[in-house]
């Protein structure tokens, strides 16, 4: 993060990091370098630092820097997706015969990359509820390399009191990596809590338009930030630059958006929690949420993704989905545009018949930032 953004808020820095006027015309706008190579001034001479878009690229540089800043740290790195910026952290931080710790409730794609790619690598994992700490310390053995944290997470919204859980990684000489996906860095900044990495998919808030597909890593470690620009540039699953420009944009907006969300959910939940035919309402935060003291020291909000369950079982959950008209049936999340899905049979079906599989009843919703009496009306229509 340059110093210079060091003591902005947040939503300055969110317009401004990385977003350096183009010194050619003055564009106020990072332009999209959509370009493969770069002339050299004679052999090795490199003009600012660029020589093939896959070792770096302008546009994704604006876009690194603004997410270091973001997010506290000194090195960001954007890839093509979440799950390409997972995979390039892991290739890193282990090897065959490590140990990972990952989280009884996690995004499906996460568990399939440890139980379907790296398992067969030969790294092993435990899986630990991480909202307990003592279920953490307890999973962790003399092999364990990474503990894994998602909070809130997918889907069941569960809270992990982030710097207990460090303590326990740096005793174990362990990294801990935070998924920040659902909270975004407008709301939770994990590594000034003390986590190693912060991982997201910038596809869902970052973004925040359902038009892009992108991963990001976030350290406050320079020496670990070289090291996974080495492999993000080894392995090459890097960001385009129309991309990289797309979630530049996106992320503008972000404090504004992830308010309205957060404000949106709050009036969603309070409809829900009183609907006859809803049994449960899982959102960090409700009082009785299990993790509510946590969330709400760690949180600047609760955000805009709630999950409940819904009397009668799987078929009427499936129903509920199938009749919402302005929430669009759809996975992922994070967008202006409210969405709504069935976990068990589409984010979460890799986690079918494991220790993360989801309540088969449950329906899980990212609130938009249309206005909540139409949604509120549509899901009171869903639910017949």
């Known amino acids: 993060m ?9 939503e300055t820095r969110a317009i401004h990091a990385g977003n350096t006027a183009d010194p050619l015309t003055g564009a106020v706008v990072p332009p999209i370098y959509q370009v493969s190579t770069y002339k050299q001034d004679g052999v090795g001479g490199l003009r600012g630092g660029y020589e093939y878009s896959r070792s770096a690229n302008p546009t994704r540089t604006a876009l690194e820097e603004n997410l270091a800043a973001l997010e506290g740290g000194r090195r960001g790195l954007a890839f093509a997706s979440g ?13 065959p015969g490590d140990h990972v710790v990952i989280p009884n409730d996690a995004y499906g794609g996460t568990f399939r990359l440890f139980a379907k790619v790296v398992q067969r690598w030969g790294v092993d994992f435990s899986v630990a509820d991480t909202s307990d700490v003592e279920a953490v310390r307890a999973a962790v053995n003399d092999r364990t390399k990474v503990i894994w944290v998602e909070t809130p997470s997918n889907p069941l919204l569960g809270i992990t009191n982030i710097a207990a859980v460090a303590d326990v990684a740096r005793t174990a000489g362990a990294k ?12 939770q900044q994990p590594l000034s809590l003390g986590a190693d990495i912060v991982v997201h998919s910038l596809t869902k808030y970052m973004g925040g338009h359902s038009d892009v597909v992108g991963g990001a890593l976030v350290t406050a470690d320079e020496a670990l930030g070289e090291e996974l620009a080495y492999h993000q540039n080894a392995m090459g699953a890097v960001a385009g630059p129309f991309d990289s420009w797309i979630v530049l944009r996106g992320i503008k907006t972000l ?12 009036k969603v939940v309070e409809m829900l929690t009183q609907h006859p035919k809803v049994t449960q309402v899982l959102y960090p935060g409700l009082p009785e949420h299990p993790g509510h003291e946590i969330a709400a020291k760690q949180m600047k909000a609760f955000g805009g993704m709630i999950s409940f369950r819904v009397a009668g079982g799987e078929e009427a959950a499936v129903e509920v989905c199938n009749r919402a008209k302005l929430f669009t049936l759809g996975e992922s999340l994070g967008g202006v545009e409210s969405l709504i899905e069935h976990p068990g049979r589409m984010t979460h079906a890799s986690v079918a018949g494991s220790a993360l599989e989801v309540p088969a009843d449950l329906v899980r919703l990212s609130v938009g930032i249309e206005n909540v009496d139409d949604l509120l009306a549509d899901l009171r229509q869903a639910l017949g």
């Open 83 to 95: 799950l390409a910026a997972e995979d390039c952290l892991l290739r890193t931080l282990l090897a």
């Open 176 to 187: 801990l990596v935070v998924d920040n996906t659902f909270a975004s860095p407008y709301l």
């Open 255 to 266: 404090a504004v958006r992830m308010d309205r969300h957060s404000e949106n959910a709050g």
């Open 2 to 10: 340059s110093d210079e953004h060091t003591h902005q808020s947040f």
